[in-house]
């Protein structure tokens, strides 16, 4: 059974930080590119970072230079290390792993940054 479990959400003010966890199980972990979106209200789910089995990285243009995505395949756990936090970046978080035309989706992680 395929699960992804995020957590490290919370309510942070602008400019602050947040780091994000996603720990998988049922998969094989190294196979998969595993990522973060984000969807706000009334909006779509958007791409935030992606992170290749092989370790290359992409980000959306709004998050490039604040967040940073890592891997850890021993730990089957993504990270999204998020800084200069803005109020745009609120939403809710949802991990990602893809594999050819396979998909999987964790619960998501409400991330709200407000002074």
């Known amino acids: 059974q395929v699960q992804l479990v995020e957590s490290g959400g919370g309510l942070v003010q602008p400019g602050g930080s947040l780091k994000l966890s996603c720990a998988a199980s049922?998969?094989?972990?190294?196979?998969?590119?595993m990522g973060w979106y984000r969807q706000a209200p009334g909006k779509q789910r958007d791409l935030v970072a992606t992170v290749t089995n092989n370790g290359i990285t992409n980000y959306a243009d709004s998050v490039k230079g604040r967040f940073t995505i890592s891997r850890d395949n021993a730990k089957k756990t993504i990270y999204l290390q998020m800084n200069s936090l803005k109020p745009e970046d609120t939403a809710v978080y949802y991990c990602?792993?893809?594999?050819?035309?396979?998909?999987?989706w964790g619960q998501g992680t409400q991330v709200t940054v407000s002074s």
């Open positions: 990602n792993c893809r594999l050819g035309g396979f998909d999987c």
């Open positions: 049922g998969i094989i972990f190294g196979l998969y590119t």
